[in-house]
């Protein structure tokens, strides 16, 4: 069955350092793969996908993430945090044989002034 | 923009007592789904719908039913709400056709709290 790790369950960084989440896969198969960040007491707001074609995905609010298949990772980057970064962020992978998405335990982004 | 709204944001029920969280999404999506969110855990899927009348089970459905009587319309049940269930609730919808079903549009959530 597919599975998705995302390593560390908290990651932090400097304001204005770079952010770097990561994000692999089990699928031998390249599935669509998706970003999404949840702020404190929020749903999930999509932030990236990787569905086919270009490799470097960009997001929203500066966030990009590169499909590397023969790592099966989708690391999500931002060049520069700030505050308004922290939240947590997960990563999901469909199933293409169905309507579901398997996500990652998640990984809270916390930004030190 | 895609709106998904649950009908509560904080509940909080007694051991026992029937639960009803509806969540209502105004996209003509065909799936809908439900979750619980836990920390440390991620997102685990209950109960899933591809249509009205349809539902299918997810991950961790024991302990919950849903119902879908209108395509816009999809409601969890706790059936006899217990401690085990206090957890944030998250439902989420998509669209039924190929290349987009994957991308869920999720609402605000319903923090539930069983004592």
């Known amino acids: 069955a597919q599975s998705v790790t995302q390593l560390g369950s908290h990651v932090s960084v400097s304001e204005g350092a770079l952010v770097l989440l990561r994000c692999n896969y089990s699928?031998?198969?390249?599935?669509?793969l998706f970003w999404y960040v949840q702020y404190p007491n929020q749903g999930l707001q999509l932030l990236l996908k990787?569905?086919?074609?270009a490799t470097l995905v960009k997001g929203i609010n500066g966030f990009e993430a590169e499909f590397k298949k023969s790592e099966t990772s989708f690391h999500l980057t931002k060049p520069s945090a700030h505050m308004s970064d922290a939240a947590e962020y997960f990563c999901a992978v469909s199933e293409r044989s169905n309507y579901q998405l398997i996500w990652g335990a998640g990984t809270k982004l916390i930004i030190k002034p | 923009d895609v709106k998904v709204t649950q009908s509560s944001r904080y509940l909080v029920k007694r051991t026992g007592e029937k639960v009803f969280l509806e969540c209502v999404q105004d996209?003509?999506?065909?799936?809908m789904f439900w979750y619980r969110q836990d920390p440390g855990l991620g997102l685990r899927l209950i109960y899933f719908s591809y249509d009205v009348k349809m539902k299918e089970k997810g991950d961790i459905p024991e302990g919950y039913s849903v119902s879908r009587e209108k395509k816009e319309r999809f409601s969890l049940i706790l059936e006899s709400a217990s401690t085990n269930q206090t957890s944030m609730y998250l439902c989420?919808?998509?669209?039924?056709?190929?290349?987009?079903?994957?991308?869920?549009?999720f609402g605000p959530g319903t923090r539930l709290t069983v004592t």
């Open positions: 996209m003509d999506h065909e799936n």
């Open positions: 699928s031998s198969v390249p599935p669509y």
């Open positions: 989420a919808s998509s669209f039924g056709r190929s290349g987009l079903r994957y991308e869920q549009y």
């Open positions: 990787y569905t086919t074609g």
